[in-house]
Structures are given as structure tokens and as C-alpha cells.
């Protein structure tokens, strides 16, 4: 017994053991002896990445009594407007009515019609379509706005270059250098899967009504492609097809055909007036009314949002 | 009676995927560097899917479910390689000196990288 424990350290177990406890490996005891050790004089090529300007500029402020003041007081404040928040929403929260109980004031009889109702009313085999593009396509529509608003909102505060052409030119060929695309690897993969993941995008779009999906959903799964094409193959190429002027277009067209779109139908629905769009075939794919047609709006307004916002963080540009 | 050797069999993979798995968090948590981190979930986790994934293409049987299966593998083979790749890259591109955490058998392939992006 004695014997075993004094041939523990040397044996694999130990060494496993003490591994697990302090990592005593060789590779780990040569990173830390490396670790410690003093750097190699850099070689040329080993010239450290230029910083950016605005990495190195710091606050070199000093503070006064006054200001000193001050922030300890915007601290308590915020802490305790943010605790009182917490503490409101608490207090609600545990007067709410139990989930799933069937005498909750949501269970009334506006969900039994859309269930009930819905399908043949609609044309629309997915459920939550048929509720929120055609009884509640008002709503969807003003959501698309706040999607549009928001971009607007980052155009207004992160776009950049409006003034010298020349000093854009030079700013997008900077751009283009620090780039980390033209990765051969991820060039051919993104040439693989981008097709597949767009098609997908269509498929959930144009199958909105038939099954889960919509143009929201879809329009992710779209923009996402169009983000992943730009990081693996740069400014140049996606400006080939996608520019601001694109954006412009594409979210204006959707937006105003869907708003106008549904102005034809609550119009004519409402005045009790004969209308052109019929519900058709539950199943098929050209049915349900306007909502094949809402989805295919509202994920483009989806897709170009998502790559707009990116882009627009990204450099300040779409 | 096949049934049962199919759900052992899916069960055997499955522990051997949490075992591929597990070892891989093991990596993360025992490492220092970011480049060694990466070494330690890039390999493992391609496997670790394989074997996950296919324990549950076993338990599910042949249907529409396991061929979606497949395709997660399948999509999760050519992507998530590659994210790697890229992360390696970027690690190495912002450490400044490398061969002080592992061994660079090749030390104008560093400086290649260096130099590019």
C-alpha cells in the first residue's frame, strides 16, 4: 500500500490527477515558462497592427469635487429608480391571472372566432398568419414601421461620409483593406450554403400560410445570407447588388404596398363592398387572400432592415 | 426486441457524444490561451455533434425527422469549422507573439498571417 502511494506521483493516474488539480503538463509548463520569460526582440515583419485613433484617445480629465458629486448622485438615483422599477413590475406580475386558467379575461370569444372561424374566413391553414396579416394586419403593418423607423433612426445618428467624395473614396478604400473577408475557406463554404440558406428564406416566406413561418421569420433567415455574403466576400461585391439606393426602394415599395394593400381590403370590408380577393383553397399555394403577398412584403422589409442595421454599425453605411 | 437494441444502441452513442462533449468544456476550462481554447472545441465538437445527433437519429427511426437530422449534421460540418478557422485567424492576428504561448513549428507560416489582413 505504502509502495503504491509512493509510485502515485509518477504514475499515469497521478499525473492525471495532478493535471486535473494544477495543470502540470509540459505544454502548459513551457507556455508559462515562456509566459514569464521576456519577449523576443520583434522581428520586422513581426510589426505590431497599427491602433486605431480612437482606441488610444482617453479621458484625461481630472474630476472636481463638484463633478465627483454629482456622479455618486446619478448612481443612487439610477439605483433606485431601477430597484422601484423592479419592485412595480414585481408587485404586477403577482396580481396577474394563472397561466392557462380558463376563466382568464384573454379566453373570450374574439380567440374562439379566429379558431373556429379562422380557416375559413382566412384561407389560411397557419393559424397565427391568418391573425396577424388579415384580422390583425394593422397591427402587423405598424410593426414593419417600426422596423423602417428604426433603420431611419441609425441613418440619422451612425451614417457617415455625406460631405467630400474624395475623402469617402479614401475612407471605403481603408475599408476595404482592413476587411476580413477574402478568406478562401470561408469563401467557398459561404458559396456553398449562401443558395441554400436564401432558398430556405423563400421557402418560409412563400409558405407562410401553410405552415409555421412568415415574413418576419423569413426575412431574418434572409438577411442573415446577405450579411454572411458580405463578410466572406466584401464592400465590392455586395454593392453589385445591394446599395442604399436598393435599400431605399425595396423598403419603401413593400411598406407602401402592404399599407395600400390593406386600405383596399379594410375599405372594402367595412363598406360591405365586393372585393376581388378571396380567400380560395385552404392548402393551395396561391390562396388565402392578400397574405401570401403581405409575407413576401414584410420579409423584404425584414431582410434589407437586418443587413441595413449591420451594415450601418458595422461602417456607418449601407 | 430490436427496438431495444436500437434505443441502447442510440443511448450508447449519445453517452459518447457527452463524453466527446464534456471533455471539450474540460479543454475550455483548463486552458490559458485563446488559440489553445479554440483547438479544444473546434476538434471536439464535430464529433461530439456526429455522435450526439446520431443517438437521436437512432431513437427517432427512419422518418422525415432524421433526415432533417442529417441535415443539421451536415450543416453543422460545413459551418462551424469554418467559424473556427475564422476565430483562429482573428487570435492569431491580435496576439502579438504567439510562440511565447505554444509551439510554432513554422514561424514564417505566423508571420503570413501576420502580415495578411
Redesign the interface.
Known amino acids: 500500500m505504502a509502495k503504491l502511494r509512493e509510485n502515485l506521483p509518477s504514475s499515469r493516474w497521478g499525473r492525471f490527477l495532478r493535471w486535473l488539480r494544477e495543470g502540470d503538463d509540459v505544454l502548459d509548463r513551457s507556455m508559462a515558462e515562456a509566459l514569464e520569460a521576456p519577449a523576443p526582440a520583434p522581428a520586422d515583419a513581426l510589426v505590431p497592427l497599427p491602433i486605431p485613433r480612437r482606441l488610444t484617445r482617453t479621458r484625461q480629465r481630472n474630476l472636481t469635487r463638484m463633478e465627483k458629486r454629482l456622479r455618486a448622485l446619478y448612481v443612487v438615483t439610477a439605483v433606485l429608480i431601477c430597484s422601484g422599477i423592479i419592485a412595480l413590475l414585481l408587485v404586477t406580475t403577482a396580481g396577474l391571472p394563472d397561466f392557462g386558467d380558463p376563466d382568464n379575461p384573454a379566453n373570450n370569444e374574439v380567440p374562439r372566432h379566429y379558431i373556429e372561424k379562422g380557416l375559413e374566413e382566412t384561407g389560411a391553414v397557419n393559424i397565427v398568419a391568418g391573425m396577424i396579416l388579415d384580422y390583425r394586419a394593422f397591427d402587423t403593418l405598424g410593426e414593419s414601421n417600426v422596423l423602417f423607423v428604426a433603420v431611419c433612426a441609425v441613418i440619422i445618428l451612425l451614417r457617415l461620409h455625406s460631405g467630400d467624395p474624395r475623402e469617402r473614396l479614401r475612407d471605403e478604400a481603408d475599408e476595404r483593406s482592413r476587411e476580413p473577408g477574402h478568406d478562401i475557406i470561408l469563401q467557398v463554404v459561404a458559396a456553398l450554403i449562401i443558395p441554400l440558406i436564401l432558398l430556405f428564406g423563400v421557402y418560409v416566406i412563400l409558405n407562410g400560410h401553410l405552415s409555421p413561418g412568415g415574413g418576419f421569420s423569413g426575412g431574418a433567415v434572409m438577411g442573415a445570407a446577405l450579411i454572411l455574403f458580405q463578410l466572406a466576400f466584401g464592400e465590392r461585391h455586395t454593392a453589385r447588388f445591394f446599395t442604399f439606393r436598393t435599400f431605399r426602394i425595396v423598403s419603401v415599395l413593400a411598406l407602401g404596398f402592404y399599407a395600400s394593400a390593406k386600405a383596399y381590403s379594410f375599405f372594402t370590408g367595412a363598406n360591405h363592398l365586393p372585393s376581388f380577393i378571396t380567400p380560395g383553397i385552404p392548402g393551395k399555394i396561391f390562396s388565402a387572400g392578400l397574405i401570401p403577398y403581405l409575407n413576401i412584403a414584410v420579409g423584404m422589409v425584414v431582410c434589407c432592415t437586418m443587413y441595413a442595421l449591420y451594415s450601418l454599425f458595422r461602417k456607418g453605411d449601407v | 426486441m430490436l427496438d431495444w437494441l436500437r434505443f441502447g444502441l442510440g443511448t450508447l452513442l449519445m453517452l459518447g457524444g457527452l463524453f466527446v462533449l464534456v471533455t471539450a468544456v474540460l479543454g475550455q476550462f483548463?486552458f490559458?490561451?485563446a488559440l489553445n481554447r479554440i483547438h479544444a472545441a473546434a476538434l471536439v465538437d464535430t464529433l461530439g455533434i456526429l455522435l450526439m445527433l446520431g443517438g437521436l437519429i437512432l431513437l427517432a427511426g427512419w422518418s422525415v425527422v432524421s433526415l432533417k437530422l442529417v441535415l443539421v449534421i451536415a450543416?453543422l460540418w460545413?459551418?462551424s469549422p469554418?467559424s473556427s478557422?475564422?476565430l483562429g485567424?482573428?487570435a492569431v492576428?491580435l496576439t502579438?507573439?504567439p510562440?511565447?504561448?505554444?509551439?510554432v513549428d513554422d514561424p514564417s507560416l505566423t508571420?503570413d498571417v501576420?502580415?495578411g489582413?
Do not use: G, I, P, Y
Request: avoid cysteine.
Open positions: 483548463r490559458r490561451s450543416f460545413l459551418t469554418v478557422h475564422l485567424k482573428l492576428t502579438d507573439h510562440e511565447r504561448e505554444m509551439q508571420r501576420k502580415e489582413d
